[in-house]
């Protein structure tokens, strides 16, 4: 459900300790949907064995490292620096939108700053990633369904890890789903009882942090289309969808 303008600025913040290399290019293309990422930093102590695989990436993909050494054993330097960094160009830079790739809840905090400032935040992390974090982005994409099988260069289409989808029964078992739609629809629809599928969108992506690709699907559309409990009508001439209830209909 991209809303953001096709020139708008992102700032994306990677936090190489929690979030996988084979990730990081699904990350970046899915942000395109939204502006232009303008802003490439990944945090992490880049003298560490584990983050060698990411130094391909980081030139593949113009990401700016940014050396953060390890002061203490129980203390985590890279997400002091990460927050200050954020929170310095949420003041100095003109920046429409902020993206978090981590699986850290320690995060949380300076994702409620941004969202303060009326400024969108996309997250990105694992599904292990904790629901208060998850909660607090505008969206949140699970990095599992953004990974790539290759280890260098451009993965090749058939290389893609295709994520599963969701079937009919699977989503209309997830409560929180199903309510999500169900009173997106009654909040958005006129005195007929259709509902506008931009309007939709609009009211989920301002109420929540929902993304059809954590189901398996591109686009909102699909995912309607495909739990079956909407009506669907599409306007011949305009080409926009509309949706109704079907517990609703006559």
């Not at 599928?197 to 189901?215: E, T």
């Amino acid at each position: 459900m991209p809303v953001q303008n096709k020139e708008s600025h992102i700032a994306l913040f990677i936090d190489s300790d929690n979030i996988s290399y084979r990730a990081i290019e699904g990350i970046i293309n899915e942000l395109s949907k939204y502006g232009i990422v303008n802003i490439r930093q990944a945090y992490g102590n880049w003298t560490k064995e584990n983050l060698k695989n990411w130094e391909e990436k980081l030139l593949e993909l113009a990401i700016k490292p940014i050396q953060q050494f390890d002061y203490s054993k129980n203390k985590n330097a890279t997400d002091i620096l990460m927050t200050i960094d954020a929170i310095d160009m949420l003041h100095t830079k003109k920046i429409d939108a902020f993206a978090f790739a981590t699986s850290d809840s320690d995060f949380t905090p300076v994702v409620m700053r941004v969202q303060a400032e009326g400024i969108k935040v996309y997250g990105f992390g694992e599904k292990k990633t904790p629901k208060p974090f998850m909660a607090a982005c505008s969206q949140f994409i699970f990095t599992e369904n953004l990974m790539s099988n290759a280890d260098s260069k451009s993965p090749a289409p058939e290389e893609k890890i295709q994520p599963k989808r969701k079937s009919r029964e699977e989503m209309r078992k997830d409560s929180w789903l199903v309510n999500l739609l169900q009173n997106a629809v009654e909040q958005t629809m006129e005195d007929d009882g259709w509902a506008n599928l931009a309007d939709i969108g609009q009211y989920i992506n301002n109420n929540s942090s929902f993304s059809p690709i954590n189901y398996g699907y591109k686009k909102l559309s699909q995912l309607i289309d495909q739990i079956d409990l909407f009506d669907i009508y599409v306007d011949e001439n305009s080409k926009q969808m509309s949706i109704r209830d079907k517990r609703y209909s006559s």
